[in-house]
C-alpha cells in the first residue's frame, strides 16, 4: 500500500527566515491523520534564508537526522560538537538524555533540509552527535545507507532505533531496488524529480507513506534525488 502525501497538502508555516514544510503533525500543524508512521515522527521539509537559523535549543529523547539537499547547516551543541554538513551528507544527533543545539545556514544562499525524527528504542541514554560527507559518486543509481540503527550496516552513521535513513540519485531511466518487508514502515521523499514507485507517481517533495509492500521498484522519470526511511 502506497499513500501518495502530495507536497500542497502538507502542514507548514512561513516564518520569513524560514519556510518549512510538515509531513505530520508538527508546532502549529496538528492532523490526526499525520501524527506519525511507525516510530517515524517528523519530516520537516525547511527552506533556511542565508545567515539565519535555529538559535541554541533543548531536545531529548528523539533521533534526529538531518539531510541537506542544497547549501549547508553549521551544528553546535552543548556536548561541544561543532561542524558543517553540505549538501548530499548527512548529520545525526541522538538526544538521549538530553542536548542543546544550534543549526545556522551560514552560507551565502539558501539551505534546503530534510529533518527527520525518529523514536529511539531505549531512553535516557548519553547524548551523541556525528556528520558523514558521503562520496557525491556513492549514491548514483542505487541506494545507499546513510544512517543505520543495524549493527551490519558499518558504513553508516549509527542511530539508536530499528530504521535505516537510505538515499540514491537516480538518472532519467534508471531503476533502483530496496527490499523494504511487508511489516516495515518506509515513507519516501524524492527531494527533487518525479519518481514511480511501484506503480505510484511522486513529484518533487511528494511524501510516500508505504506498508505492506515486499519490495519498492523506484524508477525516475526524471533525474531525481530520493530519501527513504525504513522504520519498525
Known amino acids: 500500500m502506497i499513500d501518495r502525501r502530495p507536497f500542497e497538502t502538507l502542514g507548514g508555516a512561513n516564518h520569513g527566515w524560514l519556510d518549512a514544510k510538515h509531513h505530520f503533525s508538527f508546532a502549529s500543524y496538528y492532523d ?33 537526522i538531518t539531510y541537506v539537499r542544497e547549501g549547508a547547516i553549521t551544528h553546535q551543541d552543548s556536548l561541544g560538537n ?27 544562499g539558501t539551505t534546503r533540509i530534510f529533518q527527520i525524527w525518529i523514536e529511539p528504542k531505549t531512553r535516557g541514554q ?43 540519485t537516480l538518472k532519467a531511466g534508471e531503476t533502483a531496488e530496496y527490499p523494504l518487508g511487508a511489516d516495515r514502515h518506509g515513507y519516501l521523499v524524492p527531494a527533487s524529480g518525479v519518481i514511480d514507485v511501484n ?23 526524471d533525474d531525481a534525488e530520493v530519501v527513504l526511511v525504513d522504520a519498525a
Request: aromatic content about 6%; some cysteine.
Open 126 to 168: 548519553a547524548p551523541s552527535w556525528g556528520a558523514k560527507p558521503f562520496p557525491k559518486g556513492e549514491c548514483s543509481g542505487r541506494f545507499v545507507t546513510l544512517a543505520s540503527g543495524f549493527a551490519e550496516d558499518t558504513d553508516a552513521l549509527p542511530i539508536r532505533t530499528d530504521a535505516r535513513i537510505i538515499g540514491a
Open 199 to 221: 506503480g505510484t507517481r511522486l513529484n518533487a517533495r511528494d511524501g510516500a507513506a508505504i506498508s505492506q509492500e515486499a519490495l519498492l521498484r523506484v524508477t525516475a522519470i
Open 32 to 64: 490526526p491523520a499525520r501524527m506519525n508512521w511507525g516510530a517515524l515522527r517528523v519530516w520537516n521539509d525547511d527552506t533556511i534564508g542565508a545567515g539565519t537559523g535555529f538559535p541554541p535549543h533543548p531536545h531529548s529523547d528523539m533521533e534526529i
Open 82 to 108: 561543532t561542524g558543517r554538513t553540505e549538501a548530499g551528507d548527512v548529520q545525526v544527533m541522538s538526544a538521549g538524555s538530553g542536548v542543546r543545539h544550534s543549526e545556522y545556514n551560514r552560507e551565502p
